[in-house]
């Protein structure tokens, strides 16, 4: 079942800026370092940067933390959804890991703080048929991931990033970490998963990138005959004018 056209999804459209971070009386975790020791750190055909590149489709979105709501659904045993409070008062952990991007680009050492996908996915409880994960985030975006690759220790649903909020350009007030695939697939202002028994594509997996995403055997275009300046055309048309 795919949520309703995401109706109820959509949050306001009012406040742009993140609220100060504070400390949490949430219980904080030792960090995880999730960064590769037995293979190359960088994947073939990546290239180092220090800098943390903006890309994504669309316009960056406005945030009401007053209406805004985690879902996890489909098939779950116990479907439920959170508050912004709600969810940072949960026990959160640091992740360290490097991320990479399909366009080419790889940053190594970064920290994510955030809460464990793994403690929302055993609240949730999947049934046995769920198998696949649509990630649903603002403005109607999705990504797709096999259950087994957001089930991972390492994956946060985090809000800060190197011991800073996140910009709202690089997903606050949420946005998904999942270190070991291309972070086409850590959506950005991310708003819940919907767990499904089949491989439902996303939104550049329908226009043409991989449905999984693996970085070190370079998944970065599925069967249609794309290019990286198509879809960077796409990124372009999407923004406002």
């Known amino acids: 079942m795919i949520f309703d056209k995401l109706s109820g999804w959509l949050i306001g459209r009012t406040g742009t800026r993140p609220p100060r971070m504070e400390v949490s009386v949430a219980e904080k975790r030792s960090a995880l370092d999730v ?24 316009d960056v979105p406005r945030v009401d933390l007053a209406a805004w709501r985690f879902k996890i659904g489909g098939l779950v045993e116990h479907p439920f959804e959170l508050t912004y409070d709600e969810l940072k ?49 603002e403005q109607g975006f999705t ?29 606050w007030p949420l946005r998904l970490v999942v270190p070991h695939l291309y972070f086409w697939k850590s959506a950005k202002w991310v708003r819940g998963f919907e767990l499904l028994d089949f491989d439902m594509p996303g939104f550049w997996e329908q226009n043409g990138y991989h449905m999984r995403g693996d970085p070190w055997t370079e998944e970065r275009y599925g069967g249609m005959s794309v290019t990286q300046a198509m879809i960077n055309r796409k990124r372009k048309e999407s923004k406002s004018k």
Do not use: M
């Not at 960064?35 to 669309?58: A, I, N, S």
């Not at 959160?92 to 464990?116: A, E, M, P, Y």
């Not at 990504?143 to 997903?171: E, K």
């Open 35 to 58: 960064r590769p020791t037995d293979r190359d750190r960088v994947p073939p055909h990546q290239v180092k940067t220090e800098k943390w590149p903006v890309l994504h489709y669309g």
């Open 89 to 137: 008062a949960l026990p959160h952990q640091d992740t360290v890991c490097d991320i990479h991007c399909v366009t080419r680009w790889s940053r190594l050492d970064n920290r994510f703080t955030g809460v464990s996908v793994q403690d929302l996915l055993r609240r949730a409880a999947p049934t046995a048929e769920a198998t696949h994960v649509l990630v649903h985030a």
């Open 143 to 171: 990504t797709n991931l096999p259950l087994s690759d957001l089930d991972r220790p390492g994956n946060l649903l985090a809000w800060a990033h190197n011991g800073a909020d996140l910009s709202p350009d690089h997903g």
